[in-house]
């Protein structure tokens, strides 16, 4: 079955960095985007980008430009988002995502289960 | 980037009861519409894709409309499970999902 299961949590102190780990299995991993969505506490959800599987080519949202950076090993299935400089108010849970390509299945069908990154000194 | 705005932020209802919630686009996104139901501490999961296509596993309690910018989900007869923040997100070009709509269900 489709899993997408993501590293645990963090907890980080301003001005460093974090990298979590999205680990796919059960479908071919080159066939669907990852997106990347982030929750900060009690708020909704903000779209960070995707990653094309296939090209490597990373997507980023406006806000999420720089101090982010998707990247992939398709030799293990497994997505990456690394955060740099991080500071209080990137305290948040990331959840990665799959979504296919085609237009019939443009949609973040199985996501992970979430990890929190809590940044504090 | 295209903007969602969804309506209202927050409703109660009660079980058995019909309830609709509104998501605009801030330009058209011809029908490249999904909603997404999410319960507390739990990842968002997938009901309806491109405006009205009920997710495989869906209840057919749950219904898509619209095109262009105006898009609603409708939950013909609200049961207690259905107690969760619904987002709708635009998927034609890049991604925005709305604000979230929280729903009680007395």
């Known amino acids: 079955q489709v899993q997408l299961v993501q590293s645990g949590s963090e907890l980080k102190k301003p001005g460093a960095s974090v990298k979590i780990s999205c680990n796919t299995s059960g479908y071919n991993f080159t066939n669907y985007y990852v997106n990347w969505v982030r929750q900060a506490p009690g708020q909704g959800l903000e779209w960070m980008g995707w990653i094309n599987t296939n090209t490597g080519n990373p997507t980023y949202a406006q806000g999420f430009t720089g101090r982010f950076v998707f990247s992939l090993d398709t030799s293990v299935s497994t997505a990456f988002l690394q955060i740099s400089s991080l500071q209080p108010d990137d305290t948040a849970v990331y959840f990665c995502?799959?979504?296919?390509?085609?237009?019939?299945?443009?949609?973040?069908?199985?996501w992970g289960q979430g990890t929190l990154v809590t940044v504090s000194s | 980037d295209i903007q969602m705005t969804q309506s209202p932020s927050s409703l109660s209802a009660s079980v058995g009861e019909r309830v609709t919630i509104t998501c605009r686009a801030s330009r058209s996104i011809a029908g490249f519409l999904n909603w997404f139901q999410q319960k507390p501490g739990k990842a968002p999961t997938v009901l309806i894709y491109?405006?009205?296509r009920l997710q495989s596993g869906v209840p057919s309690r749950f219904s898509g409309h619209g095109s262009d910018t105006d898009f609603t989900l409708t939950i013909s007869s609200l049961q207690p499970e259905d107690s969760a923040t619904y987002y709708c997100?635009?998927?034609?070009?890049?991604?925005?999902f709305g604000q979230g709509t929280k729903v009680e269900v007395k």
């Open positions: 997100q635009q998927a034609y070009s890049k991604r925005t």
């Open positions: 491109g405006a009205y």
């Open positions: 995502a799959r979504e296919g390509v085609v237009p019939a299945a443009m949609m973040a069908d199985y």
